[in-house]
């Protein structure tokens, strides 16, 4: 069973920085379009960003581009999400998520994953 387990989450002041970490094991995660979603209280679960299998393309959500930064390092089974210049906007709780059927395009349609992590909370004071 494919698992994915997030950490790095924590309390930051406005504009500044926080390094998520998305942990999974299994094989395929090494072959799978990887993404994180947020999700804030009393909101749907929205798209931040998406890596292919090999890191070679990404995709942002454009509330975060210029700001967030999404790679993997399949030797640790590990996808990182650099946060920086943190808002308060940006608070919610973030979730790791693994596309079993796609090795390059990531989706911005939480429909298409298929395992998800049990999400870190980011909170952005201002």
């Known amino acids: 069973q494919v698992q994915l387990v997030e950490s790095g989450g924590g309390l930051v002041q406005a504009g500044g920085s926080l390094r998520l970490s998305c942990a999974g094991s299994g094989r395929t995660f090494n072959l799978s379009v990887v993404a994180w979603f947020r999700q804030a209280a009393g909101k749907e679960r929205d798209f931040v960003a998406g890596?292919?299998?090999?890191?070679?393309?990404?995709y942002y959500a454009d509330s975060v581009k210029n700001r967030f930064t999404i790679s993997r390092d399949n030797a640790k089974n590990t996808v990182y999400l650099q946060l920086n210049s943190l808002r308060p906007e940006d608070t919610a709780v973030y979730l790791c998520?693994?596309?079993?059927?796609?090795?390059?395009?990531?989706?911005?349609?939480?429909?298409?994953?298929?395992?998800w992590g049990q999400g870190t909370q980011v909170t952005v004071s201002s």
């Open positions: 998520a693994l596309d079993h059927h796609r090795y390059e395009i990531a989706s911005m349609d939480r429909e298409q994953y298929d395992y």
């Open positions: 890596v292919s299998w090999n890191g070679e393309k990404t």
